[in-house]
């Protein structure tokens, strides 16, 4: 009891120290996460009348902007280029097409969603849009990112699910 008593400012200040110090960790990582970039991919299809469209669409759900480093289009699992994904898609078809490039550079901010690919065609049924849904679902993107505090993150779709 004498060493607490005699020691007792220094075991407070050691104390203050130690609890500030895993403040400061909490709240660092707290900060990182609400911060965090979360890229996610979706085809979707849509039919107005006889008008189908589709659409491979990249949104950032996040809370932060993600600022973009590679992007890459990959068709079957092999790399292309932008236009051969877009030839690969509107093969044979009758359409009015879109397409966004996102470059190094690029920041992508929180709740952002761009579409990379987009196809308006003439559809007369439900198996033409489904035809169209699938050339899209052939598409994949890997993508490499910061998010602002600098670190690299990675997002592909390589691995979907069903």
Same mark, same amino acid.
Request: aromatic residues 12%; glycine residues 6%.
């Given at each position: 009891?004498?060493?607490?008593? $005699?020691?007792?400012?220094?075991? +407070? ?11 400061? #960790? ?22 107005? *009348? ?5 659409? /491979?669409? /990249?949104?950032?759900? *996040?809370? *932060?902007?993600?600022?973009?480093? $590679?992007?890459? +289009? ?16 509107? =093969?044979?078809?009758?359409? =009015?097409?879109?397409?966004?490039? /996102?470059?190094? *550079? #690029?920041?992508? $901010?929180?709740?952002?969603? =761009? ?33 602002? #505090?600098? $670190? ?7 691995? =979907?699910?069903?």
């Amino acid at each position: 009891m004498e060493f607490l008593g $005699k020691y007792a400012a220094e075991i +407070i200040a050691l104390c203050a120290l130690l609890f500030t110090a895993w403040n400061v #960790y909490t709240q660092r990582k707290h900060n990182i996460l609400s911060v965090t970039p979360h890229l996610t991919r979706f085809v979707t299809s849509d039919q107005n *009348g006889e008008v189908g469209v589709a659409k /491979l669409e /990249l949104m950032n759900n *996040g809370l *932060g902007p993600a600022f973009i480093e $590679k992007f890459q +289009i990959y068709l079957n699992n092999e790399f292309c280029e932008y236009d051969a994904a877009l030839d690969f898609v509107t =093969k044979g078809m009758d359409c =009015k097409w879109h397409r966004t490039r /996102l470059g190094a *550079g #690029y920041a992508m $901010k929180a709740g952002e969603a =761009k579409d990379l690919f987009s196809v308006a065609f003439p559809c007369k049924n439900n198996e033409e849009l489904a035809a169209t849904r699938e050339k899209f679902n052939a598409l994949d993107v890997a993508i490499e990112y910061k998010c602002a #505090y600098g $670190k690299i993150k990675k997002f592909d779709t390589f691995d =979907k699910q069903d």
